[in-house]
């Protein structure tokens, strides 16, 4: 069954034919529904997307003039950004001052280069290219620490699944002999060696590179004049 509605008809019911709107405070007039906050949708009146249904739009709250970066921010992207960099700024530098400064002469450790471990020669000659290269380039690096990826407890296997087994079923279970298949467990594991390791970086170890720098830029100068 259709039915046929005089949309003129029935709003002017709802609303009065002019209506004074008040423009809040760091808000300008929503330019898709011209204020109304009603948007003619195909066939039908809806209520308008861009400024949900209000009639007018939020400017970042930072006094920018820009729009807001979505409804539930109160601030536009470029804003939302600058105060993340600053955050991470803030970060970045209260990690720095707490970590333990340490020259790369005396450091004997390894480096993360994209999540990649490299030593100390590795390290330095990519630090050469970029210096070379006029490419950016660090004052200092986190130095890094390494954690073994497998570490098998054997007790903690049996426990696990006597999960799924029948109630108190661990408690049943004869355990001579465990210590020594976890003793040959763990010798396995050292054999690994580094091939058991990851690196992440440590931010209690700031590696300083100043000295390192300066001695690349004096190889250069040499090589050049050469």
């Known amino acids: 069954m259709k039915k046929t509605i005089n949309w003129k ?3 002017t019911k709802l609303f009065p034919e002019t209506t004074v709107r008040e423009l809040k405070p760091n808000h300008i007039w929503c330019d898709k529904c011209n204020g109304i906050s009603f948007i003619k949708n195909g066939n039908y009146i809806s ?3 861009k400024c949900h249904g209000e009639g007018q739009i939020e400017l970042c709250t930072e006094g920018c003039g820009r729009l807001k970066y979505s409804y539930y921010y109160t601030v536009c992207k470029e804003c939302k950004d600058k105060k993340q960099e600053e955050i991470e700024f803030r970060k970045e530098k209260e990690a720095f001052e707490k970590a333990t400064k340490i020259s790369f002469n005396d450091y004997d450790g390894m480096f993360l280069d994209n999540e990649r471990a490299i030593d100390k020669e590795e390290f330095e000659e990519n630090l050469y290219y970029k210096i070379l290269e006029d490419d950016n380039y660090p004052d200092y690096v986190y130095g890094t620490r390494k954690q073994h990826v497998i570490n098998i407890d054997f007790k903690d296997i049996i426990y696990n699944a006597c999960e799924d087994g029948y109630e ?7 355990y001579k002999g465990v210590d020594e298949i976890q003793n040959k467990i763990d010798e396995w594991i050292d054999k690994q060696g580094d091939a058991n390791y990851i690196y992440y970086e440590d931010y ?9 720098i300066t001695e690349i830029k004096e190889q250069i100068e040499k090589e050049r004049n050469r």
């Open 47 to 49: 209520s308008c997307t």
């Open 9 to 11: 008809e029935e709003f």
């Open 168 to 174: 108190d079923m661990d408690s049943f279970l004869d």
């Open 204 to 212: 209690k170890t700031v590696v300083l590179l100043n000295d390192l």
